[in-house]
Protein backbone atom coordinates (compact mmCIF):
# COMPACT_ATOMS: atom_id res chain seq x y z
CA UNK A 1 0.00 0.00 0.00
CA UNK A 2 0.90 3.43 -0.62
CA UNK A 3 0.50 6.45 1.80
CA UNK A 4 0.96 10.31 0.77
CA UNK A 5 0.52 13.21 2.87
CA UNK A 6 -1.97 15.64 0.45
CA UNK A 7 -2.32 18.27 2.64
CA UNK A 8 -2.21 19.07 6.30
CA UNK A 9 -3.43 16.13 8.26
CA UNK A 10 -5.46 15.14 5.26
CA UNK A 11 -3.85 11.14 3.87
CA UNK A 12 -4.37 9.11 0.92
CA UNK A 13 -3.43 6.05 0.66
CA UNK A 14 -3.41 3.56 -3.06
CA UNK A 15 -3.53 -0.27 -3.04
CA UNK A 16 -0.40 -2.51 -4.52
CA UNK A 17 -2.63 -5.26 -5.22
CA UNK A 18 -5.92 -4.40 -7.03
CA UNK A 19 -6.75 -2.29 -9.71
CA UNK A 20 -4.66 1.14 -7.64
CA UNK A 21 -7.83 1.57 -5.49
CA UNK A 22 -7.63 4.21 -3.38
CA UNK A 23 -8.62 5.40 0.25
CA UNK A 24 -7.76 8.71 2.83
CA UNK A 25 -8.06 9.91 6.12
CA UNK A 26 -8.41 13.13 7.48
CA UNK A 27 -7.11 13.55 11.15
CA UNK A 28 -8.51 16.05 13.87
CA UNK A 29 -7.09 16.67 16.83
CA UNK A 30 -8.76 13.74 19.00
CA UNK A 31 -10.45 11.67 16.21
CA UNK A 32 -9.75 10.79 12.79
CA UNK A 33 -12.06 10.10 10.12
CA UNK A 34 -11.72 7.40 7.05
CA UNK A 35 -12.75 7.50 3.74
CA UNK A 36 -13.37 4.17 1.83
CA UNK A 37 -11.49 1.17 2.45
CA UNK A 38 -9.05 -0.80 0.18
CA UNK A 39 -9.91 -3.94 -1.40
CA UNK A 40 -8.12 -6.47 1.02
CA UNK A 41 -8.58 -6.68 4.49
CA UNK A 42 -4.57 -6.47 4.60
CA UNK A 43 -4.65 -3.36 3.06
CA UNK A 44 -7.25 -1.83 4.78
CA UNK A 45 -5.41 -3.02 8.48
CA UNK A 46 -2.57 -1.00 7.59
CA UNK A 47 -4.30 1.90 7.18
CA UNK A 48 -5.71 1.39 10.65
CA UNK A 49 -2.45 0.75 12.16
CA UNK A 50 -1.22 4.09 10.47
CA UNK A 51 -3.78 5.61 12.22
CA UNK A 52 -4.78 4.04 15.29
CA UNK A 53 -0.70 3.46 16.44
CA UNK A 54 1.26 5.58 14.41
CA UNK A 55 -0.68 8.58 15.64
CA UNK A 56 -2.71 6.97 17.87
CA UNK A 57 -5.88 8.62 17.31
CA UNK A 58 -9.28 5.97 16.74
CA UNK A 59 -10.72 6.08 13.75
CA UNK A 60 -14.72 7.79 14.56
CA UNK A 61 -16.05 7.80 11.26
CA UNK A 62 -15.77 5.68 8.02
CA UNK A 63 -17.36 7.15 4.57
CA UNK A 64 -18.02 4.98 2.06
CA UNK A 65 -18.03 6.80 -1.09
CA UNK A 66 -20.29 4.35 -3.13
CA UNK A 67 -20.82 0.55 -2.36
CA UNK A 68 -18.25 -1.52 -4.15
CA UNK A 69 -16.03 -4.22 -2.41
CA UNK A 70 -13.00 -2.75 -3.10
CA UNK A 71 -14.40 0.22 -1.19
CA UNK A 72 -16.45 -0.65 1.49
CA UNK A 73 -15.68 -3.93 2.72
CA UNK A 74 -13.41 -2.91 5.09
CA UNK A 75 -15.86 -1.21 7.29
CA UNK A 76 -15.76 -3.95 9.27
CA UNK A 77 -11.85 -3.24 10.80
CA UNK A 78 -13.10 -0.16 12.27
CA UNK A 79 -15.61 -1.60 14.83
CA UNK A 80 -15.82 1.68 16.97
CA UNK A 81 -16.66 3.73 14.19
CA UNK A 82 -20.06 4.85 12.25
CA UNK A 83 -20.45 4.38 9.05
CA UNK A 84 -21.67 7.61 6.71
CA UNK A 85 -22.58 6.73 2.99
CA UNK A 86 -25.57 7.28 0.82
CA UNK A 87 -29.21 5.65 1.75
CA UNK A 88 -28.77 3.72 -1.76
CA UNK A 89 -24.96 2.54 -0.58
CA UNK A 90 -26.93 0.88 2.35
CA UNK A 91 -29.22 -0.40 0.51
CA UNK A 92 -26.67 -1.87 -2.22
CA UNK A 93 -24.60 -3.32 0.63
CA UNK A 94 -27.62 -5.01 2.37
CA UNK A 95 -28.89 -6.87 -0.92
CA UNK A 96 -25.82 -7.05 -3.58
CA UNK A 97 -22.90 -6.77 -0.84
CA UNK A 98 -24.33 -9.20 0.95
CA UNK A 99 -24.53 -11.98 -1.54
CA UNK A 100 -21.29 -11.41 -3.53
CA UNK A 101 -19.38 -11.64 -0.33
CA UNK A 102 -21.00 -15.04 0.55
CA UNK A 103 -19.11 -15.98 -3.04
CA UNK A 104 -16.07 -14.21 -2.60
CA UNK A 105 -16.03 -16.23 0.96
CA UNK A 106 -15.78 -19.38 -1.15
CA UNK A 107 -12.94 -18.55 -3.27
CA UNK A 108 -10.85 -16.40 -1.16
CA UNK A 109 -10.08 -17.53 2.81
CA UNK A 110 -8.74 -13.93 3.91
CA UNK A 111 -12.70 -12.81 3.26
CA UNK A 112 -13.95 -15.09 5.83
CA UNK A 113 -12.90 -12.33 8.11
CA UNK A 114 -14.82 -9.69 6.03
CA UNK A 115 -18.44 -8.76 7.33
CA UNK A 116 -20.66 -6.24 5.49
CA UNK A 117 -21.11 -3.50 8.10
CA UNK A 118 -24.36 -1.43 7.17
CA UNK A 119 -24.07 2.71 7.06
CA UNK A 120 -25.70 3.85 10.11
CA UNK A 121 -26.13 7.56 8.97
CA UNK A 122 -27.02 8.11 5.44
CA UNK A 123 -28.27 10.98 3.30
CA UNK A 124 -29.69 11.09 -0.63
CA UNK A 125 -29.51 14.72 -1.45
CA UNK A 126 -28.24 18.10 -0.53
CA UNK A 127 -24.77 17.84 1.60
CA UNK A 128 -23.76 16.51 5.06
CA UNK A 129 -21.24 18.54 6.75
CA UNK A 130 -18.69 17.03 8.94
CA UNK A 131 -16.26 18.71 11.18
CA UNK A 132 -12.58 17.43 12.23
CA UNK A 133 -10.82 19.17 13.99
CA UNK A 134 -10.29 22.86 12.23
CA UNK A 135 -11.88 21.11 8.61
CA UNK A 136 -14.62 20.93 6.49
CA UNK A 137 -16.08 17.60 5.14
CA UNK A 138 -18.89 18.10 2.49
CA UNK A 139 -20.17 15.35 1.47
CA UNK A 140 -22.57 14.86 -1.21
CA UNK A 141 -24.00 13.11 -4.41
CA UNK A 142 -21.44 12.65 -7.05
CA UNK A 143 -23.41 9.84 -9.02
CA UNK A 144 -22.30 8.33 -12.53
CA UNK A 145 -20.78 4.91 -11.35
CA UNK A 146 -23.52 3.67 -9.55
CA UNK A 147 -26.30 5.42 -8.09
CA UNK A 148 -25.07 5.58 -4.91
CA UNK A 149 -20.91 7.43 -5.44
CA UNK A 150 -20.64 10.51 -3.36
CA UNK A 151 -18.15 13.15 -3.20
CA UNK A 152 -16.70 14.03 -0.12
CA UNK A 153 -15.09 17.56 -0.27
CA UNK A 154 -12.33 18.77 2.50
CA UNK A 155 -13.10 22.52 2.38
CA UNK A 156 -10.32 24.55 3.44
CA UNK A 157 -7.96 22.71 1.13
CA UNK A 158 -10.23 22.15 -1.78
CA UNK A 159 -9.62 18.40 -1.81
CA UNK A 160 -12.30 15.92 -3.33
CA UNK A 161 -12.02 12.84 -2.96
CA UNK A 162 -14.26 11.61 -6.08
CA UNK A 163 -15.15 8.04 -5.35
CA UNK A 164 -15.38 6.27 -8.73
CA UNK A 165 -17.10 9.49 -10.39
CA UNK A 166 -13.48 10.64 -11.43
CA UNK A 167 -10.73 8.08 -12.81
CA UNK A 168 -7.83 8.34 -15.47
CA UNK A 169 -10.63 5.95 -17.26
CA UNK A 170 -14.11 6.81 -16.10
CA UNK A 171 -16.02 3.56 -15.81
CA UNK A 172 -19.69 3.41 -15.83
CA UNK A 173 -20.85 -0.43 -15.76
CA UNK A 174 -23.32 -0.49 -12.87
CA UNK A 175 -23.86 3.04 -13.57
CA UNK A 176 -24.83 5.67 -16.03
CA UNK A 177 -23.37 7.81 -18.97
CA UNK A 178 -24.80 10.95 -18.37
CA UNK A 179 -24.47 11.19 -14.58
CA UNK A 180 -20.98 10.52 -15.07
CA UNK A 181 -21.12 13.54 -17.49
CA UNK A 182 -22.81 15.53 -15.05
CA UNK A 183 -20.61 14.99 -12.42
CA UNK A 184 -17.84 15.61 -14.31
CA UNK A 185 -18.97 19.04 -14.99
CA UNK A 186 -19.56 19.59 -11.61
CA UNK A 187 -16.29 18.89 -10.66
CA UNK A 188 -15.12 21.46 -13.07
CA UNK A 189 -16.23 24.06 -11.44
CA UNK A 190 -15.47 23.25 -7.80
CA UNK A 191 -12.04 25.08 -8.39
CA UNK A 192 -9.99 22.23 -6.80
CA UNK A 193 -6.82 21.90 -5.55
CA UNK A 194 -6.37 18.07 -5.77
CA UNK A 195 -8.65 15.03 -6.53
CA UNK A 196 -8.61 11.81 -5.57
CA UNK A 197 -9.41 9.71 -7.54
CA UNK A 198 -11.65 6.12 -6.67
CA UNK A 199 -8.49 4.29 -8.69
CA UNK A 200 -5.60 5.90 -9.51
CA UNK A 201 -2.93 8.79 -8.93
CA UNK A 202 -3.77 11.74 -7.07
CA UNK A 203 -4.82 15.06 -9.70
CA UNK A 204 -3.40 18.04 -9.30
CA UNK A 205 -5.06 21.23 -9.84
CA UNK A 206 -3.17 21.91 -13.58
CA UNK A 207 -4.17 18.66 -14.17
CA UNK A 208 -8.05 18.58 -13.03
CA UNK A 209 -9.62 20.21 -16.32
CA UNK A 210 -7.50 18.02 -18.96
CA UNK A 211 -8.83 14.70 -17.44
CA UNK A 212 -11.92 16.40 -17.75
CA UNK A 213 -12.00 17.50 -20.88
CA UNK A 214 -10.25 13.82 -22.22
CA UNK A 215 -12.81 12.31 -19.92
CA UNK A 216 -15.70 14.11 -21.21
CA UNK A 217 -13.82 13.35 -24.87
CA UNK A 218 -13.72 9.52 -23.96
CA UNK A 219 -17.46 9.43 -22.91
CA UNK A 220 -18.64 11.14 -26.02
CA UNK A 221 -16.25 8.42 -28.24
CA UNK A 222 -17.95 5.70 -26.83
CA UNK A 223 -21.65 6.78 -27.49
CA UNK A 224 -20.44 7.06 -31.01
CA UNK A 225 -19.00 3.85 -31.35
CA UNK A 226 -21.92 2.37 -29.50
CA UNK A 227 -24.31 3.99 -31.96
CA UNK A 228 -22.40 2.46 -34.68
CA UNK A 229 -22.50 -0.49 -33.84
CA UNK A 230 -26.18 -0.51 -33.14
CA UNK A 231 -26.67 0.14 -36.99
CA UNK A 232 -24.59 -3.13 -37.82
CA UNK A 233 -26.12 -6.67 -38.19
CA UNK A 234 -23.44 -7.81 -35.54
CA UNK A 235 -22.53 -5.20 -33.51
CA UNK A 236 -20.53 -6.89 -31.20
CA UNK A 237 -17.84 -7.34 -34.36
CA UNK A 238 -17.79 -3.07 -33.84
CA UNK A 239 -17.78 -3.26 -30.59
CA UNK A 240 -15.01 -6.07 -30.07
CA UNK A 241 -12.53 -3.67 -32.91
CA UNK A 242 -12.98 -0.23 -31.10
CA UNK A 243 -10.06 -0.47 -28.72
CA UNK A 244 -9.42 2.12 -25.40
CA UNK A 245 -6.65 4.13 -27.83
CA UNK A 246 -9.30 5.12 -30.43
CA UNK A 247 -11.47 6.50 -27.63
CA UNK A 248 -8.54 8.82 -26.96
CA UNK A 249 -7.60 6.79 -23.46
CA UNK A 250 -3.57 4.92 -23.39
CA UNK A 251 -4.04 0.88 -22.57
CA UNK A 252 -1.77 1.28 -19.63
CA UNK A 253 -3.83 3.14 -17.17
CA UNK A 254 -5.63 2.05 -13.53
CA UNK A 255 -2.96 -0.51 -13.87
CA UNK A 256 -3.26 -1.73 -17.09
CA UNK A 257 -6.64 -2.46 -17.38
CA UNK A 258 -7.64 0.09 -19.30
CA UNK A 259 -8.86 -1.89 -22.23
CA UNK A 260 -10.07 -4.46 -20.38
CA UNK A 261 -12.69 -1.78 -18.27
CA UNK A 262 -13.17 0.25 -22.06
CA UNK A 263 -14.38 -3.62 -23.22
CA UNK A 264 -17.34 -3.54 -20.32
CA UNK A 265 -18.15 0.14 -20.73
CA UNK A 266 -18.79 -0.73 -24.85
CA UNK A 267 -21.17 -3.33 -23.58
CA UNK A 268 -22.67 -2.08 -20.56
CA UNK A 269 -23.63 1.17 -22.44
CA UNK A 270 -24.88 -0.85 -25.59
CA UNK A 271 -27.31 -2.64 -23.15
CA UNK A 272 -28.62 0.72 -21.39
CA UNK A 273 -29.28 2.03 -25.14
CA UNK A 274 -30.56 -0.73 -27.26
CA UNK A 275 -31.11 -3.85 -24.87
CA UNK A 276 -29.55 -7.14 -25.25
CA UNK A 277 -26.81 -7.44 -28.02
CA UNK A 278 -27.97 -9.82 -30.74
CA UNK A 279 -26.37 -13.43 -31.07
CA UNK A 280 -22.56 -12.92 -31.87
CA UNK A 281 -21.90 -14.53 -35.02
CA UNK A 282 -18.87 -16.81 -33.38
CA UNK A 283 -20.23 -18.47 -30.21
CA UNK A 284 -17.84 -17.27 -26.94
CA UNK A 285 -17.07 -13.50 -28.83
CA UNK A 286 -19.45 -12.31 -25.99
CA UNK A 287 -17.95 -10.48 -23.71
CA UNK A 288 -18.66 -11.09 -20.38
CA UNK A 289 -18.48 -8.42 -17.32
CA UNK A 290 -19.37 -8.24 -13.53
CA UNK A 291 -21.31 -5.85 -12.10
CA UNK A 292 -19.10 -5.69 -8.52
CA UNK A 293 -16.27 -4.03 -8.04
CA UNK A 294 -14.18 -1.13 -9.79
ZN1 LIG B 1 -13.88 1.52 -7.53
Known sequence: MQRERVADNVFYFQSDVYAQVTAGAVIGPNWAVVIDTLAVPEETLEIRDFIEQDLNLPVRY?????????HAWGNCFFPGATVIAHTLCRKQLATRGQQSLAEVRKQNPSFRRVKI????????????????????????????PCDDNIGVLVEEDR???????????????????????????????MSLENVVPGHGDIVLRG??????????????AIRKAVRKAARRKY??????????EECGKSR???????????????????????GELPKATLEGEGMDYEDEGE
Not at 62 to 70: G, K, L, P, R, S
Open 117 to 144: VLPQLTFDESYLILRVGKKTLSMFPLPG
Open 159 to 189: ILFAGDAFMALPYIVDGNIDDTVASLKKISK
Open 235 to 244: PQEILAEIGV
Open 62 to 70: VIDTHYHAD
Open 252 to 274: VLIGGLAEELHKRNLHWLYVQMY
Open 207 to 220: EIDGVIKENLAYLS
